[in-house]
């Protein structure tokens, strides 16, 4: 949840440390710091909000940025304690200073202990307890890296930690227990550490990832791996990285989310060519890898994922069930986790996440699998922890996703499903060889039928741009917007309640997803003229009866934004406003047509968070990766 970078060796550590930060601010953002070893002294710069605020305190006096070359960093997602800059990190506690990523679960114990000894902690963490362990643990004659080492046993959580001692300048400890740590030798010399691999592209594309439980001792001369309990020297092999620093740049675009949108046709592609064996003659032919023989074999899938990655899943079902007949059940991570699901022998069950760090996702994939259950991930980062908490992993080529809104990862994630469901309808022989060559046919249409929709000036932008704009700014067609519904039927349902979420997350607009029969329910009992109900009606099987619903939403006075084929004149002239869809959708099946409807919905929200002038890229109280339960 929050970043952490480290440095060691002969660059300008400030320089560094924030450069970096930029990169992880995505993790966390509501408060920010950096250690920095002047001399033989650490100098601490921190506070609550940006990162922009700590560079100013860092750039206010130039010694900091002449001398220093060695240093911690960190952006902080509040866990325990306010985000203020006393909890901000790094933390001190006399010579110990130190960043940490993750949760002590025993805090309070620990906190306990450390005050009866006479220790007043100045912050409301978890993680400064840590500082007090690892203080009294050199004051007994322990080395900076025995220290920290004897310090983990003491404490229970999934956490990394990067730490640095007044007492011996120059050396950093960096430990991953659980949450990622990245290491890599700087090529000039010197070692850098990064709760992810963005921020060492810079540096280099050689980057070693940290498994649980390594200790990792840097110098400016010398990087080694030792195990955290034993000691002992470990090696770990060095991964090149895919990923240029370019993918990471905005290349011109105003914010990461759009870059995102509109990268989404070749996110589409690269995860056809990297999932798909284009040498085999057969449609939906998956690339042999290790997970493929376990998703054959399954009788039933169980999907787990949160977020957006739970409305891939969810969209995801209706594929896997209609065309593969393999019955699937989807559920939260965290929800699935505590209730003694029943899993009948012969279930698979795949775990969705984008970030492959998502917290309750690996718990629950972990339990799992120690019950032998067959465990796969769908993520899009490679060596990410899912790697590790599940049997095998299908990653999607979605490149980086640094908006914190998701985006091109999910229609990856959508696209890998689908996949899924078409190999599976093959193996299982539900659906003939003719219609599975038709469908694949559609689904490599699938980049096309985005891009022609992201056109610049395509009727569906000028649509979305009119849309939005009247409803954010003018107040003579709308007394006011209190709120939002996007409803759909089928596979439009999934991608209302992304809709909504997105429009939550971004605008920070009260929005809710209903499947549109559901809202004569209940929901229909909110509507009234300031109510905005964004109905996704494709030209699907479902067509039909989603107008009927729109009829019922409108004759309660709600403003309606239909989404739909661009020739729906019958639906067009029924709404207020009019979003169609790009024409290359009409080439496709209309089960593919959520591929269309994507874009709609995160331009909607991406437009009016612009016009409301929110942090798109940052939006409050969220990070990228959620990894806390
Ligand atoms: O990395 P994951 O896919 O596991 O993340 C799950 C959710 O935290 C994530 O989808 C979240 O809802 C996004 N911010 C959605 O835009």
Known sequence: MCGIMGYVGSRSAPKVLLDGLRRLEYRGYDSAGIALLLGQTIDIQKSEGRLDNVEKLVQSDPRRLE????????????????????????????????????????????????????????????????GFLVLEAMEEGLSLERAVRESFSKIRGQCSMVVMSEREPGVVVGVRNGSP?????????????????????????????????????????????????????????????????????????????????????????????????????????????????????????????????????????????????????????SEFRYRNPVIRPGTVVVGISQSGETADTLAVLRELRARKIPCLGISNVRRSSISRDADAVFYTSAGPEIGVAATKTFVSQLLTLLLFAGFLSRERKTLSVSELSRLFEDVVRLPHVISDGLEQNSEMIKAIDATVNSLTLSSKVFAGVKGFFFMGRGHSFPIALEGALKLKEIAYDHAEGYAAGELKHGPIAMLDPEMVV??????????????????????????????????????????????????????IDPDLLPFALSPVVQLLSYRRAVLKGTDVDKPRNLAKSVTVE
Request: glycine letters at 8%.
């Open 181 to 333: 740590l990245v290491i890599a030798t700087d090529p000039l010399g010197g070692a850098l550490f990064a709760s992810d691999s963005q921020p060492l592209l810079q540096f280099t594309r050689d980057v070693i990832f940290l498994e649980h439980g390594d200790v990792a001792i840097a110098t400016a001369h010398d990087l080694k791996i030792i195990d955290l309990k034993t000691g002992a020297l470990v090696s770990r092999e060095t991964t090149h990285l895919e990923w240029s620093v370019e993918q990471i740049d905005k290349a011109g675009f105003a914010h990461y989310m759009l870059k995102e949108i509109y990268e989404q046709p070749g996110a589409l592609v690269d995860t056809l060519n990297g999932l798909l064996d284009r040498t085999g003659s057969e449609p939906f032919t998956l690339a042999e890898q290790p997970g493929v023989e376990v998703l054959r074999n399954a009788k039933e899938l169980v999907l787990l994922a949160c977020g957006t990655s739970w409305h891939a899943a969810l969209l995801g079902k209706y594929w896997l069930e209609s065309w593969a007949k393999i019955p699937v059940s989807v559920d939260l991570a």
């Open 67 to 130: 001398n220093a070359t060695c240093g911690i960093g960190h952006t902080r997602w509040a866990t325990h304690g306010k985000p203020t800059t006393q909890n901000a990190h790094p933390h001190q506690t006399g010579h110990i200073v130190l960043v940490h990523n993750g949760i002590i679960e025993n805090y309070i114990e620990i906190k306990k202990g450390v005050m009866a000894r006479g220790h007043i902690p100045r912050s409301e963490t978890d993680s400064e307890l840590f």
């Open 534 to 587: 964004v109905v996704l009606a494709p030209k699907d099987s479902w067509r039909e009866k989603t107008g009927s619903n729109l009829e019922e939403v409108k004759a309660r006075g709600a403003k309606v934004v239909g989404v739909g084929d661009a020739e729906d004149h019958q639906l067009s002239q029924l709404c207020d406003y009019w979003i169609p869809l790009p024409l290359e959708s009409r080439k």
